[in-house]
């Protein structure tokens, strides 16, 4: 073989070998850019007094300071905490106990399941139309409850800032909870079947089988589950967007609507970056530690 | 799913017993109801007339079925000052949602390959740093992400939507065929490397054949999420560039004139339909999806 | 302690029968194993007699009380399984206290029956850990614990040392018989590995697609196996099963055609009087790989008959050595001593204990 053709051979050998990770590396590059490039700009803009254009001196704490100081983040924040609390709670408690009524030999089960986990599939801005027309004060389920009789039944939350953060909860209930008890079917499902014998055997009724055997197994879907709930509460933005309009005033204001609502009606960027920093450090603070363990487990 | 086994188990069958199966049944179809109902309200809203919504309430039935709010919805409705319906908004999302679907699901595909099959030092690191895309809050990227459209020439465009839903799809489309990759084995692909085969024919001819439920769950996982996008929508894109998502929202709030809830109505089941279909059409596929994404969170 | 009777038990998973109506009797403080290939259904008996599956027909009786309609609770059984099902978040000792708490046993009691129980299988270190850090022998001794804690009148296994490995398999083999042996507690055992059911067992349920097949000591099982199936089953390499036709000369004898030359086994003498009827047809000669050995190997006296036949293959094993070689369109192995060399490729000629023989209808597959 000539000195050409073995030095080629050999650039052919080593493009190769370089193939995978020349094909990786604008992905990489690409992801790097947009992900954390844009994390650090916003980051950076935040430090800055940017208005309505972005200026690139620095100037301390000043908006973090302002963000704090503005009322309606301290509303945005509340919500957020209400929201949160609630959104999880019921999803979970909703969740559980129907993926353990599914998990009872139920001949149709598929089709209830069906039934259960399709609001999944919408827009959370068809939800938000379809719930803001179901709660409205005027037509909405006051009017039915006074066909039925119930003459004195009155229903605002829409409408009444102290009540309408819990119709945003009512919403994302109904979408997400679905979700909740298909990863717990799931799960159930995972369970050897052999652990529910042996319980039978030790005397356990289902019940107890339940909530002494199964459900403590399965506690590492409870902590994927409250991830994935908090990860959408804390963003949540179409939702309330559709339902509520951040309204009455802003009264249903959430982080995410604040952001938007500074970033791009009222144009001031430096205070949108800030509020969209403080967005990130509350889901990283929720999400590194399981990240963390999750990755140290599949290392394992 | 299958059935869990235990089925059998002798119990004791008295009248408990039967009570209990009775409550069960009665606790599952009010939560049947809880679902299904407000999609029943959309549906027959939808199909009134003005005066019977404002004469009826919420569950009656239409007495006079009719087409006239759909009609509206699809065709004059007005978004803003154009009053052309969601049709032109429709086609929009569809414009924006094929490629950004098609493209999300290969570059996911090669990624994964690349970063499980060909491990190279650091592919860890590359995909742990890639997979944090997935979890930020996007309000994060927003303000630089115009600014970037802009410079690019793609603010307010279809094709710089796109570009954002490829860019932000892809940390989910390669955690997705990454965990697929992860099981299948790596002596296929030694096998296919002695055999001669390079990085891309051992891809196209052998682990993409095999990957194909992995890449119905990616697509119809994307196009659910693309479809129903509202945050990147609305932030990016201006009137006439609007995905239908926004557009409904517009509808909706349109504060002019008489409220008409029956269009709203149809204008959400319209929007809602793709995905609805998929949804019935692939739900195995689509609860899979949602399987993954508890990984992703 | 307790019988167990079943009385024509059936069991259906929708249209497919599992179990075919199945009587067996068995006695206080027997040890009976429950062997069959995968699918045979011998676990779904074990089941049924536990209570985790329900009945389609016939009868169990625990201790002479009907139990079909009994949960599994109150049965007076308990039961190991193949994965030993501990409860992965207790620990050690709640995984063997659970069934005394369910059961609402007074604390004394529950202390001192698990102190005792840890002391007997030598886990009294182990009871704060949890499951996942185990070793599997170790795994194997809690399920045990939580079964024997109980002192329940029966002890069911369900393939419970499947998942050791070998040298554990033989260790923990013999800590079971020796518990059976000081508790003296009623066993059912459902095992796939015919070693571990030979070794074990007072009586032997051989098991084939849904019907005990024999019901009998290990002796009787492999000494006396009724049919080919039970013949073919058990045994180690397996019976060598030639096909022949009767032939009268000088008394009957047993044609098996071969291209290296026909064979001609004579039948013994306690078969000759089954066998005459079958004269000019065929039938099935059964020789243990023992019952061939080199000439001149066997104890004077045995009814003994010699063949010369080309090795194929020599595998030695140790304290035997395999020859395999062809004989009526069959692979045979014959089982000689290591000191008798043998090399593949050149003849040997084995020396049959025909008393030993087998003989079975292969119509029916039952042994004449």
Redesign the interface.
Known sequence: MSQAAKRGLAARRLF?RL???I??SP??A???F??????A??VY?SFTRSGVL?SYTLDGLSQYIRLWATPRWQVALGNLFIFCTLFIALCTA?GV??AI??????RI?GA?R??????????????G??????L?PG???E??MH?MGFAGFRFDWLVNPKMAIYTVVIAGV?QSS??VM??F??G??S??????????????G?L?TYA??VL??M?PVFL??F??LA?LA??S??LV??LT?GGPGYATDM??TF??SF??QRSE?GT??A???M??AT?LAV?VP??YS??RGANK | ???????G?V?RKGLRHRLMRIL?FA??GV??L???L??F??MA?SLKSLDE??TG???SLPRQITFDAWLKAWGSACVGVRCDGLKPYIWNSVLMVVPAVAISTA?GA??GY??TK?R?PG?NT?F??????A???????????A??LGVLGLAGSVSGLILVHT??G??FT?LFFRNFFMGVSDGIVQAAKIDGA???GIFSQIVLPMALPAIVVTVIWQF?QI?????FG??FTVGDSNPV?VA??NV??TSTGVKE?NV??A???I??LP??L???LA?KY??RG??A???K? | MASIRLDKVWKKFGTTEVIKGIDMSIREGEFIVLVGPSGCGKSTLL?LI???ETLSGGGIFIGGDLVNDI???DRD???V??????????SVRDNMS??MV??HVPQGEQAAALAEVAELLHIETLLDRKPGQLSGGQRQRVAMG?ALVRKPAVFLFDEPLSNLDAKLRIEMRTEIKRLHQRLGKTIVYVTHDQIEAMTLASRIAVMDNGHVRQFGSPEDIYERPVDLFVAGFIGSPSMNLFKGRVTEQSGLRLQVEDPAGVVHFPIPKNLQDAASPFLGRELILGLRPEAMVREGAHRPGSETFSFDRMIDVVEPTGPDTMLVFTLGGIEAIGRVDPQDKVSVGTKFRFEVDMSRAKMFDPATGLHL
């Open positions: 190769e193939l995978p990770r094909v990786v992905l990489f690409a992801s790097l947009f992900v954390y490039g844009f994390i700009w916003t803009i972005p909703i106990l129907l009524l599914l998990d009872q030999r139920i089960e209830i069906t039934v259960y986990l399709y609001p999944m599939a919408l827009s959370f801005i068809v939800t139309t379809a719930w803001k027309w179901i409205n037509l909405g389920i009017r039915l066909s109904w679905g979700y298909a990863l079917l799931a159930l499902r369970v050897d079947d052999e652990i529910i014998k042996a319980a039978a055997i030790d005397g356990a289902p107890r002494s055997v403590p197994i506690r994927s589950s991830i994935i990860h804390i963003k933005f179409d967007v559709a309009g982080p995410a952001m938007y970033a791009f960027l949108a970056a509020s969209a920093v967005m990130l889901i999400i399981y990240l999750e990755l | 799913m299958t059935q869990t086994a235990p089925a188990i119990r069960l606790v599952l939560f049947c809880y679902y299904l407000p999609l309200i959309m809203t919504i404002r309430t919420l569950v570059l090669v990624n690349a970063l060909w190279f592919a590359i742990a740093l890639m997979l944090f895309g979890f930020i809050p996007f309000q994060v990227v927003l303000l630089p992400m600014r970037t860019v932000y892809l940390a390669t390079g990085f891309f659910t479809w129903n996008d509202f945050l609305v932030a998502t409904l929202n909706v709030n809830y709203d109505m204008a959400a089941i929007t809602a995905t609805l998929v949804y019935v739900g689509f609860v949602l399987a994404g508890a990984v969170g | 089941n536990a209570g985790l949960p599994p609770k059984i308990a039961m399984f193949q994965s030993y099902a501990l409860y992965p978040t207790k659970f069934g369910t059961r939580r």
